[in-house]
């Protein structure tokens, strides 16, 4: 299972585009991949919230954070913007787009404000916008509301740095662990692509927790010395703590500035909490913001099946994660891509896997569906009578070809019953057979 398992996310790494461009060395390809698998491996089930939402969190644990205050228009911008210069003091400020997504800066969803007139003008053009980031889907993001944040890069004694922080789950290790770099500000992908040096980690032992000499060992890494080493021990103490108590899967703090006075602080806030914790932490399930989700998914979820939008065209229906992921391999294997990971669980009945089918249906790069199910406590005729019964019910709304492979308790009957049902629907016994009939029905 666990080979299924990084097969699927190697190949989700090297599919990725940002690898593709170059070769690249096995440390790099460790740490992209560490990388990739804590950004993107949907199958943790993840919440993500908003920048404001994730620094509302952290300061709650006494992480000192880039102040803020959030806005659904101008005029709360304005007023923002009012109450920001009484509660700090400062005259200008950071007018930030709150989507699910980073490299806003980039895509221009973070600016400048030297004056009120200018957050008026900038929260005008940004609130409403569609931003586009390396992190978007390509036809981008609509932008509901801003973050209007103090000014934290002003002059003074010393000069400012910008430093990368976050926290993560090590799965190889089972530990948490603490990844950071000088290289602040930037993409991390890059800096893992061009200075893997760069990048350090600090494992964390579950049974003592974060120690004073690691977070000590940080700061002395970071290269500080004097008050903003001491600032970045709090900083760093106070940051696992949050990760900890909020039940996160990642804190991603990029940049962490140290401020030309000297202070340690959070400027920017990727949080991700642990969906299976959000029972014992209701005030963070309400941050959940769905507009920010694939409507796909969030349907799906909504009745109970666990799927994830993919970039392929064969739909896959299957039942069990790890036969899922073999199943997203034998797409590849077979020269395509997957259009989403479905797992409909223990019981493939008629209406489930007509549920299933609508949701597949929904994307319309689906050019083929793939039913992947073994039949171990549910028989595999009952879910072939499922099949086919959803299939007559949904009349004309199939339109592409059903490729079936039941495997399992009962597996030859079931084959019959497919190809005696009348429905252009092509059965499969192994797994080769399957792929060779994705392969006839897409060519
Ligand atoms: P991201 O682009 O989505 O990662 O958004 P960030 O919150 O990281 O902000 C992007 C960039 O905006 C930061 O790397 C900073 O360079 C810049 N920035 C953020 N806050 C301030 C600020 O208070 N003053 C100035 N001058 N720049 C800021
Ligand atoms: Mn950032």
């Not at 391999?329 to 089918?357: C, S, W």
């Not at 597996?411 to 629907?425: Q, V």
Request: charged share 25%; hydrophobic share 40%; glycine share 8%.
């Amino acid at each position: 299972m666990y080979f299924f398992e990084v097969t699927v996310l190697i190949g989700l790494c090297i599919s990725n585009s940002q690898i593709k461009r170059k070769k690249v060395s096995p440390l790099k390809i460790t740490l992209l991949f560490l990388w990739h698998f804590f950004k993107q491996d949907k199958r943790i089930t993840i919440m993500n919230i908003h920048e404001y939402q994730g620094k509302e969190i952290l300061a709650s644990y006494g992480v000192r954070v880039q102040r803020g205050i959030v806005a659904n228009n101008p005029v709360e911008a304005v007023a923002a913007a009012k109450q920001l210069t009484t509660e700090t003091g400062t005259s200008w400020y950071v007018v930030k787009a709150q989507i699910h997504a980073g490299g806003r800066g980039k895509g221009g969803g973070v600016k400048l404000a030297k004056n009120l007139d200018q957050v008026t003008e900038i929260s005008e053009q940004i609130i409403g916008m569609q931003l586009i980031t390396p992190q978007t889907p390509p036809e981008g993001k609509t932008v509901h509301k801003v973050l209007i944040a103090e000014d934290v890069y002003y002059p003074g004694e010393s000069e400012t740095s910008e430093f990368y922080v976050s926290v993560l789950l090590n799965r190889a290790t089972g530990r948490n662990m603490i990844m950071y770099s000088t290289e602040g500000g930037m993409d991390i992908e890059e800096v893992a692509e061009h200075t893997p040096h760069l990048i350090f980690t600090e494992e964390i032992d579950p049974s003592v927790g974060l120690q004073g000499f690691q977070a000590r060992k940080i700061a002395f890494n970071l290269g500080l010395s004097g008050e903003a080493f001491k600032e970045m021990v709090k900083f760093i103490d106070a940051l696992y703590k949050a990760y900890i108590g909020s039940d996160s899967s990642m804190f991603e703090i990029n940049p962490v500035l140290k401020t030309s006075d000297n202070k340690i602080l959070a400027v920017d806030a990727k949080v991700n909490i642990d969906d299976n914790a959000l029972f014992r932490q209701a005030k963070y399930a309400e941050m959940r913001d769905v507009r920010e989700e694939n409507p796909i998914e969030v349907e799906a979820k909504e009745v109970g099946l666990n799927y994830v939008d993919l970039d392929g065209t064969v739909g896959c229906m299957v039942n069990g994660a790890g036969l899922a992921m073999a199943t997203m391999d034998l797409i590849k294997y077979a020269g395509f891509e997957p259009a989403n990971f479905l797992d409909v669980g223990g019981t493939a009945d008629a209406k489930r896997v007509e549920t299933a089918f609508r949701i597949i249906l929904k994307d319309p790069n689906v050019k083929a569906i793939l039913i992947n199910i073994f039949g171990g406590i549910v028989r595999c005729d009952r879910v072939a009578q499922g099949v086919v019964d959803a299939y007559k019910n949904m009349g004309d709304a199939i339109k592409v070809p059903i490729i079936v492979r039941l495997q399992g308790t009962n597996a030859e009957i079931a084959k019959e019953l497919i190809d005696n049902s009348g429905m252009p629907i092509l059965s499969a016994v192994q797994f080769q057979e399957a792929a060779d009939q994705v392969k006839a029905a897409l060519s």
